[in-house]
């Protein structure tokens, strides 16, 4: 049998959903948007544009190669597709 | 020239082959003279400085004399040494399989080109943030012109570029997490803070001038006018001129007063040209600088009574 409070959190899930559904897709998207900027400025050099601060983002690249991940996941590629940046 | 010795640091540029090391050597024994613990840095790849102290001088400080230190940074040198220091720092942080990849990542970054003249740059920037706290006074014989006029721009720009970095790394924690715990943007906002001091120290005329070095002939005159016009640009104070191998106005010789006429016409622009600057001549001397002896000749021309008279 279902119980009160399973049949209350879906009505809620329901109503949140209805109401910020939309909006929480769009946060989603501008904040892949804004990652894959931050990427692209962080490894231009990959791309073949110079890059004053390379020297100076050595030590935050092992924090980025995860975010690299998912970034080639969520392009549609299963592997990565930089040869020079070989996450897996 | 004597109030140049109460600063923080004192660059030497010009033209090449006009006496920039010799100058600053000079000058920095002039200053230990005073008192001061200076140290004595080349940046240029060519160093010389181990030539006129007729010492090696490595990548650390050496004591060269009394209250006077020497280095000479080597870029290649350099950005090794920055990236073993990243591999030893994120060394705890990860676990083995991204340690692998981070690592092969910045064996690439760091064999890019241009990643030893940033090296350079960030060990610069140390010295001037007063890092080593040993030293009242350093004094930098720098590469010819052009290229440490782009060193000096180069905190403005990198200053930019990093903030836009930290922006956008921001705007993009502002929806997904808090940002306070991201180690992406404390290690960029470090970063900022330091690129911020090195600026602000290199643009307080309190703290560091630019001695610009020359001697009175067409070339050399042109890249000065030229340099002060960068330097006024970037907002680096231009401490003075130094007019460097004179030849002695009496000889009998007619090449010699061929050339001591066309020289009386180029010190003249000089004084007109750069009224708005302190300027000192330096004599060519009957032998060239090398050896301390010969130096302390030169410093004393420079810098006069740099030695504190003793009560």
Redesign the interface.
């Known amino acids: 049998m279902i119980g009160v409070v399973s049949i209350r959190s879906n009505i809620r899930d329901f109503f949140h959903g209805a109401a910020y559904g939309a909006y929480e897709r769009e946060?989603r998207m501008?904040?892949a948007e804004?990652?894959d900027?931050?990427l692209l400025?962080?490894y231009m050099?990959i791309v073949g544009l110079?890059n004053?601060?390379?020297?100076?983002?050595?030590?935050?690249?092992?924090?980025?190669?995860?975010q690299f991940h998912t970034w080639h996941k969520r392009m549609g590629m299963e592997r990565s597709p930089l040869g020079?940046?070989?996450?897996c | 020239m004597r109030n140049m010795l109460e600063k923080k640091v004192l660059f030497f540029g010009g033209k090449g082959g006009v006496g920039k090391t010799t100058c600053a050597s000079a000058t920095a024994l002039a200053a230990s003279h005073a008192g001061k613990r200076v140290l004595l840095v080349s940046t240029d790849p060519a160093h010389s400085t181990s030539d006129i102290f007729e010492r090696e001088i490595g990548p650390e400080p050496v004591e060269l004399l009394p209250n006077l230190w020497g280095l000479e940074i080597d870029g290649a040198l350099e950005?090794q040494r920055?990236?073993a220091n990243?591999k030893e720092?994120?060394k705890g942080?990860?676990g083995h399989h991204?340690?692998k990849?981070?690592n092969?990542?910045?064996d690439?970054?760091?064999s890019?080109p241009?990643?030893e003249e940033?090296?350079l740059f960030?060990r610069i920037g140390g010295l001037i943030r007063g890092e080593d706290t040993r030293f009242d006074l350093i004094v930098f014989d720098t590469a010819p012109t052009g290229h440490t006029l782009r060193l000096l721009r180069?905190p403005e720009?990198?200053e930019a570029?990093?903030r836009?970095?930290s922006r956008?790394?921001q705007?993009?924690l502002g929806?997904?997490q808090d940002d306070k715990t991201d180690?992406?943007l404390i290690?960029?906002t470090d970063?900022l803070e330091g690129l911020r001091e090195f600026r602000a120290r290199l643009l307080s005329p309190r703290v560091s001038a630019f001695m610009l070095v020359l001697v009175a002939e067409r070339l050399p005159i042109e890249e000065t006018a030229r340099a002060i016009e960068q330097l006024n640009d970037a907002g680096v104070t231009v401490g003075g001129l130094v007019v460097n191998r004179i030849l002695p106005a009496s000889s009998p010789d007619p090449f010699l007063q061929s050339r001591h006429t066309q020289e009386v016409v180029y010190l003249d622009e000089i004084d007109r040209r750069f009224a708005k600057h302190s300027r000192v001549r330096v004599p060519q001397l009957a032998s060239d600088v090398h050896g301390v002896k010969t130096l302390e000749a030169l410093s004393e021309i420079l810098i006069p009574h740099a030695q504190p008279s003793r009560p």
């Open positions: 946060l501008q904040a804004l990652n900027l931050f400025l962080c050099e110079p004053p601060a390379t020297l100076y983002l050595l030590d935050v690249y092992p924090y980025l190669l995860e020079t940046l070989p996450c | 950005s920055y990236v990243v720092q994120i942080l990860f991204i340690l990849e981070a092969k990542q910045i690439l970054a760091a890019m241009g990643a940033m090296a960030d180069m720009l990198m570029w990093i836009a970095l956008s790394r705007a993009m929806i997904e180690p992406v290690s960029l970063r």
